[in-house]
């Protein structure tokens, strides 16, 4: 299995720029997490789905910040506009069906987002 | 407050020396803690998973324990390589969603030649 495939793996933008994210899942996997990874604050879970559907996007910062999935293989997530505070490492995460509250979350490379 | 307090923040040790480290949770109710290891430029993969019920698990050269009542795990490396340079996250599941995962910032270890 390839594992999570995320893209670009890096993207340097200006300011106000529209930037989308992409992510693969494992196949078979019903769950996909998009989080956000700073030096300052760690990783923070921003949206997560299950069977496509959004479940919780409690985390995602404002209006700015949009994901979606359209189908068990892709998932977007797209910053309108961005800004410099955006910067940071964005990880694309899936699980595996069926493993309840131990299951293992399997990360992709990350895309690192530069926004000057 | 972060709910997943790790120590040190970070540790240089010689190739081949042992070391430890800690976790420190307050998540309530607990179901389980995971240890990640993250290689610069890479995505965290698992380690090892504790339960409520268990006290120690090793995978190969690392050694985890738990200790739920003090809210407590360590994650031991043993005869370290320098492959074991990374940043090791604790992740603590607190039970009550199965998705609401609570990170630590993790510790950044460098294994020296």
């Known amino acids: 299995d390839a594992g999570v495939i995320q893209s670009p793996r890096h993207e340097v933008t200006e300011m106000g720029q529209e930037v989308t994210l992409r992510c693969k899942p494992i196949?078979?996997?019903?769950?996909l997490f998009w989080y956000r990874q700073t030096m300052m604050r760690g990783l923070e879970l921003l949206i997560y789905?299950?069977?496509?559907?959004?479940?919780?996007d409690s985390g995602m910062p404002e209006d700015r910040f949009s994901a979606k999935m359209p189908n068990a293989s892709f998932s977007t997530l797209k910053i309108q506009p961005s800004e410099p505070r955006d910067s940071a490492v964005y990880f694309c995460a899936s699980r595996v069906k069926g493993q309840g509250r131990t299951g293992e979350l399997f990360f992709g490379e990350g895309s690192r987002l530069t926004v000057l | 407050k972060n709910q997943v307090e790790q120590s040190p923040q970070s540790l240089i040790i010689l190739e081949g020396k042992n070391c430890t480290l800690q976790c420190n949770y307050t998540v309530s109710p607990f179901s389980n803690l995971r240890w990640y290891k993250q290689d610069t430029g890479r995505g965290p993969v698992s380690l090892t998973i504790m339960t409520f019920s268990e006290n120690t698990k090793s995978n190969g050269r690392y050694t985890a324990t738990l200790d739920a009542d003090t809210k407590q795990s360590s994650l031991h490396i043993t005869a370290s390589q320098l492959s074991d340079s990374a940043s090791y996250i604790c992740?603590?599941?607190?039970?009550?969603?199965?998705?609401?995962?609570?990170f630590g910032a993790g510790t950044t270890v460098t294994v020296r030649a």
């Open positions: 789905f299950n069977n496509n559907v959004p479940i919780d």
């Open positions: 196949s078979g996997h019903d769950y």
């Open positions: 992740v603590v599941n607190g039970g009550s969603n199965d998705y609401k995962l609570s």
